[in-house]
């Protein structure tokens, strides 16, 4: 559809956009990136034909824009410029009305019943049908934004040009504008080539993305290849984080402040746990990043506080995340800064202990109940019933774990758990073969974020081997605790 060779735009003598080479196919949703004053704009205006340029070809198809009429351009290419304060007092039916002027002929131009289709139907689909009759400087911007975004839709292009299309808009406008262009570029085969100040607007809806330094090109490529944190931090001179998006598999962006408070004393430990008949609590003097199964605060995120709530082991489960978070609000906790797990185990029963080696140093938390221990390789024979947790495991670790460390923590903290059911004998009294857990398990993996960076946690490293130490020493021990009070020791 748009083949760009070679390209060097400018003003006067000087050029500020070089060598830009890249093609955009039919139906393809192409970002433009780059800092400010990278020449995006000068390359937008390139290509609508706006800026004559310097050296290099643009073809759209097949034709050099050159030499196209403005009439014939305008047919095929829509330009939504940046919108700033200064608009005429045009009302709004009008201005999207103007969209349909390459589409006119004849002397007067007189609108048809199509053109006024057309106009009604870019005047809904963009959401301000309500406003068709106002004066176009009597509006908001975002209000602007969505008439001109009208006016560009009316004339029916195959190529539709924006430049930052939502930075007036709000957060619902901004996704409805970008999902109405993503739906025309699928139904409709529109081309749509769009500058982008937002990365991850420009990741979670274009198909590839060109970013710009100093008037050259970086990359051209799809997002998950553009947006690598050394593409970002050599361009935009900023430090950030690359990760998925939680929903949709694109990449996501967010930036790393400077770290600008003094390191707080983190070092995990018994002075921060607080045991009573009713709950565990840990109180962390500093948020602490987690990956838990909690009730509440499960998954990844940030937390100060960590509960294990005894409940009885009839407990109704069914409405048991409400319930929990009723708890820690009536236990002045907040539920979004607290991760919540339940046992049915006596709290008097709890074991925990710091472990420290080589300058490395985890605090390990563990209830354990052995009634309902199950071989989770013949859990498939029987029904599992949910009741609450019985092997509740914690482990505070104090530094920063990477994703990567967070998984081998798990995996440690299970094998040394199931090692330690297994060497303290705790069978699935259906089977009558060894069990490996219960059927309702909770753990917790929490980082200071520190201190030391630790890229790995494997059995090969040191914090690994510790984890691995302190999770089977303290899980034995809780298993012991449960089984004098049973009296089944
Ligand atoms: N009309 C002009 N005459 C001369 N120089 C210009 C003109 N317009 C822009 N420039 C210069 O060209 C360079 C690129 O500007 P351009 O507007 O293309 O950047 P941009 O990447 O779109 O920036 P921003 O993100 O700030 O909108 C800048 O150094 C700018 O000062």
């Not at 704009?41 to 759209?60: D, E, M, V, Y």
């Not at 975004?149 to 009316?154: F, K, M, R, S």
Request: aromatic share 8%.
């Amino acid at each position: 559809m748009l083949h760009v060779k070679q390209l060097s735009v400018g003003y006067e003598d000087a050029s500020v956009v070089e060598n830009i080479d890249f093609h955009v196919g039919k139906g393809e949703f192409f970002g433009i990136l780059g800092p400010n004053g990278s020449g995006k704009t000068t390359l937008l205006k390139a290509l609508s034909g706006i800026l004559p340029h310097t050296a290099g070809t643009i073809q759209l198809n097949g034709k050099p824009l050159n030499e196209y009429s403005p009439k014939e351009l305008a047919k095929l290419a829509a330009v939504l410029p940046q919108i700033t304060s200064h608009s005429f007092s045009y009302r709004v039916k009008e201005t999207v009305m103007l969209g349909r002027y390459p589409h006119q002929n004849g002397l007067f131009k007189s609108v048809s019943p199509l053109d006024e289709e057309i106009v009604h139907q870019a005047l809904r689909q963009t959401g301000v049908e309500a406003l068709q009759d106002r004066r176009l400087d009597e509006l908001s911007g975002g209000e602007k934004q969505r008439v001109y975004l009208a006016q560009a839709l009316a004339q029916e292009p195959k190529v539709i040009l924006l430049d930052e299309p939502t930075n007036h808009l709000d957060l619902s406008y901004q996704k409805n504008l970008l999902e109405l262009l993503k739906k025309q570029t699928k139904d409709q085969g529109l081309t749509v080539i769009s500058i982008f100040h937002d990365l991850n607007l420009a990741s979670l809806y274009c198909d590839r993305l060109i970013m710009l330094n100093k008037g050259e090109t970086k990359i051209v490529d799809h997002p998950e290849e553009v947006l690598k944190e050394e593409n970002i931090r050599e361009v935009y001179d900023t430090e950030v984080h690359k990760q998925a998006h939680p929903q949709v598999a694109k990449p996501q962006i967010v930036i790393l402040p400077e770290d600008s408070s003094a390191a707080e004393a983190a070092q995990p430990g018994e002075a921060f746990l607080h045991v009573t008949p009713e709950m565990i609590t840990y109180r962390s003097p500093v948020h602490m990043k987690c990956m838990s199964s909690g009730v509440t605060g499960s998954g990844f995120g940030w937390y100060k506080n960590v509960v294990n709530r005894y409940v009885s082991p009839h407990y109704d489960c069914t409405d048991y995340r409400q319930d929990m978070i009723n708890f820690l609000m009536e236990n002045d906790l907040d539920p979004s800064f607290t991760v919540g797990m339940m046992t049915a185990v006596n709290l008097e029963d709890v074991a925990y202990d710091s472990y420290s080696m080589e300058g490395h140093s985890i605090f390990v938390v563990v209830t354990a109940g052995a009634g309902n221990a199950v071989d989770v390789t013949a859990a498939h024979e029987y029904p599992q019933e949910l009741r609450p947790g019985t092997v509740n495991t914690w482990v505070f670790v104090n530094g920063r774990l990477s994703d990567e460390a967070f998984i081998e923590a798990l995996v440690i903290s299970t094998e040394a758990k199931v090692k330690a059911m297994q060497e303290q004998n705790v069978v699935d009294h259906r089977t009558g073969t060894l069990a490996t857990g219960t059927p309702t398990d909770s753990i917790l993996i929490a980082s200071t974020h520190q201190g030391t960076t630790y890229p790995f946690a494997g059995s090969v490293t040191p914090l690994g081997r510790l984890i691995g130490k302190g999770v089977f020493e303290t899980t034995k021990k809780a298993i012991e605790s449960y089984r004098k009070r049973a009296g089944r020791s």
